[in-house]
Each structure stands twice: as C-alpha cells, then as structure tokens.
C-alpha cells in the first residue's frame, strides 16, 4: 500500500493477536513479517495486557521494535510501560531506550499523572538519559510549574504558558 501522495510504500505482514485471558483482561501481541516500509525493514515486537477495572483501567505494555535502513542505519527501541485512566485522570510509569547507530537514550517516567484540565499533579518524575549519560529530570510540583535539573548540576522552574 502506499500513503499520501505514494510517500510511503509498505510491503510484508503485521499480524495483531488477541485472547482473552480473565474476566476482565484481554492479552494482545503484535509482530511482524517481512515489513518494509519506505525502504526501511521494521521488526515490530510487542505484547500488551489490557485490565478493564470498576473504575480504572490498565494497559501494561512490552515492546521490542527494531528498523534499519541504509539512511539511518540500524535503530532500535525497547520499552516496558504500564498506563492507568479513569474517566477524568492517566497515570504514567515505564522505562523506554532508543539505539541509533550506537547512541543510546532512555527516558524513565515515574508517578506521572495527568487530570483533564489540569496540569500534572505532583510528584512525578521524568529522567531522559543521553548517549553520553547526561541527563535532565523533570519533577512536576502540581499546579502551573515543573523543574528541571540536569545532571551537570543546572536547574531550573518551567512555569506553565497559558496561550
């Protein structure tokens, strides 16, 4: 098939499966066959468990995708997450890595958590570590602010924009 404008032109095989595996819990996993896509050859692994509870519902996801082509080279990017909502709030914890061509980032998100028309509540933390282990987290205090401290010792407040 190809996209818009014949942008993008993807051959091979995607296969989703899903099996019920509890009262409430369905278990779903993803690969691939042979993908290639805009010359690109992607292999998507990933599996996933879906909870559906009396008031909160829960997503807890794996996934090990890797792509190559001659342009970027080999790229790889693994994660492990869980995603928590009901109906006004999301919740937020995993640990993600992304290799390109050696260079490896990761990003580790703890307590997020997010209400409809609010900022995130406080608490929460996000840590994006670089290749050459420089990191910045942001820790959200609630209301309209956040810091961010690197770990070269620099901080900061990153104060909400309203636009």
Known sequence: CSGPYGIAKMTGVVTVSFMISGVN??????ASDNLVVGGATLTLSATATYQK????????????????????GGVTHMG????????????????FSTTIGGLTWTTAVTGYERCENSCPKSGGLVTVTGPSNRSVTVSYSG????FATTSTGQSGMIARVNT
């Open 25 to 30: 819990a369905l278990d779903i996993e993803l």
């Open 143 to 146: 209301g309209g602010t956040a």
């Open 80 to 95: 492990m997450y869980t995603i928590g909502w009901d109906a006004t709030c999301l919740q937020l914890d995993g640990n």
């Open 53 to 72: 509870g009396s008031t909160t519902d829960m997503l807890t996801v794996a996934a090990n995708n890797q792509a190559t082509s001659a342009r970027a």
